[in-house]
């Protein structure tokens, strides 16, 4: 006994949906381009460009750089005696896990702050300071804020600390 709900071989397909019919409009827009009274949109768009791009470009590029390269010395300098005085410490000490998690703070707001600028990417300065506080916050979640942090791993990152003084110094 077969269901009127079922599709057989021998049952016709009805279907209670209206077809879809695709709709193809078409707009087509005159354009007199020897009318000179009325100026076309893109005309416009390109004058206003050309006439807006350098003052805006002015205004963008450089009055911020005096200022925050001052700020990146200071904030960098800070960062780096965070760093010395946090993997100094003893592991016994029991200021040792509020000393990384601040340092992580500090990091991780220095990392978001200027790794957008592109004038500091190319700096010695920022390469060997990201290095650095890659390498410590990178220890510090793989193995806890009390782990301490081994010899070579310790002088690599010092190292990179003291390159990273110097060229602050230089200006680099």
Known sequence: MASPTLITPTSKLTSHLSPIKPKFTTTITATN????????????????????SPAWLSVVSTPALAASDEEYVKETEEVINKVRTTIQMDKNDPNVASAVADLRETSNSWVAKYRREKVLLARVSFRDMYSALNAVSGHYISFGPTAPIPAKRKARILEEMDTAEKALLRGR
């Open 33 to 52: 381009s020897t009318n000179g009274h009325q100026p076309r949109r893109r005309e416009f768009l390109s004058l206003a460009t050309t006439i807006l």
